[in-house]
């Protein structure tokens, strides 16, 4: 970059570029910092000082720099003050215009999810959007969402508390059709449900992740079953963008990069 082009550049974009690098990176050099925040090597020891005055970087053993403790309390502050309550309805009123369908958010609540957020779509007929409604785990989208989002012992663990009632013919009622189900979601990246629940009824959901990693939700798009199904490759891939897009909102990083050697 030449000197008129980063005198353009404020001090503060500076130093956000290398705390948002550090974020993924975890620890870097000087230098690595200076081409992650496209400066030069002598604005970016100036940047790096200052941070540095303030614990927000600091420098590990072997010279390199890392998130220091100003960082660590601003961020365990930004994510003490966020919930998912708070930051998912603003997505899921644009999944809603993107679908025309139901959209739904649920969180476990004993053995089963409770919806927390429903709107309808504008569809004439769609089916109910009542708030605070319970779903059973293993006959709705948004319950084996929830599922898929598990480790694979609490997995195994919460699936053998569950009684697989059969609330139709198609309700899977046995734990390997509901594994096997939760098994293609996680490699296709959504969850379906093909009226399991209720025969006029298809949907289609997503987990959603905390900054730990830990699933704490699950959201669904739901329709009348001869309207969603064919829609599916559509409506799957808007809900799996719209769980990962809140769950990036209350800090979740699925795949840090690998570190610079």
């Known amino acids: 970059m030449s000197e008129q082009d980063e005198g353009r550049k404020g001090a503060l974009d500076r130093g956000l570029g290398i705390l948002s690098h550090l974020a993924d990176a975890r620890e870097a050099s000087t230098a690595e910092l200076a081409a992650a925040a496209d400066i030069s090597r002598s604005a970016a020891y100036r940047i790096v000082e200052k941070l540095s005055q303030y614990d927000f970087l600091h420098a590990s053993s072997n010279g390199r720099w890392r998130l220091g403790p100003a960082a660590a309390r601003l961020a365990m502050a930004a994510v003490h003050s966020t919930d998912v309550a708070d930051v998912a309805p603003e997505l899921l009123r644009v999944l809603v215009q993107q679908t025309r369908e139901t959209v739904s958010l649920g969180v476990l609540s004993g053995d089963e999810m409770v919806f927390i957020y429903r ?143």
């Open 119 to 261: 709107e309808r779509g504008p569809q004439a007929v769609s089916v109910n959007a009542e708030l605070g409604a319970r779903r059973p785990l293993h006959a709705t989208s948004v319950g084996k969402a929830y599922l898929s989002g598990l480790d694979s012992r609490e997995r195994a663990d919460l699936l053998h508390t569950l009684t697989l009632t059969p609330f139709t013919p198609q309700t899977r009622t046995t734990i390997d059709a509901l594994e096997h189900d939760i098994t293609t979601a996680r490699s296709r990246g959504w969850t379906e449900e093909h009226g399991e629940f209720d025969l006029a009824s298809a949907c289609c959901g997503a987990p959603i992740f905390d900054h730990t990693g830990h699933v704490v939700a699950a959201i669904s798009v739901a329709g009348l079953k001869d309207r969603v199904e064919p829609a599916l490759s559509r409506l799957g891939p808007l809900v799996t963008a719209t769980a990962e897009a809140i769950s990036r909102r209350l800090g979740h990083n699925p795949a840090p990069p690998t570190l610079a050697g």
